[in-house]
């Protein structure tokens, strides 16, 4: 991952979906494509097929310590893909 924006600090959402099955996981990559995500944050999606897990990484570059919890983008897409496995939901913050 390649962090830029020297004196800023960088947010990394992670959130971590075992889904209940593959038709779930082909809905959840079908509602990543769909969420509004703002121009300040960029989001990739990783899939394990083997084992019906998905990684969703958001990525934010946050101004101030103040802007490092979970952003609305994150936690409504938690709400969503809920009804289709279980889910975890971390922030990471990196001072570049």
């Known amino acids: 991952m390649v962090w830029l924006e020297k004196g800023n600090m960088k947010r990394l959402e992670i959130i971590r979906v075992e889904a209940t099955g593959p038709q779930e996981m082909m809905k959840i990559i079908g509602l990543c494509l769909e969420i509004n995500v703002p121009r300040s944050a960029r989001l990739t999606v990783y ?35 809920s009804d289709y496995g279980q889910v975890t939901h971390t922030t990471w913050l990196k001072e570049v």
């Open 47 to 81: 899939t394990d097929s083997f084992n019906n897990e998905l990684s969703i990484h958001i990525q934010w570059s946050a101004r101030s310590a103040s802007q490092a919890g979970k952003s609305w983008v994150g936690c409504e897409l938690c709400r969503t893909v």
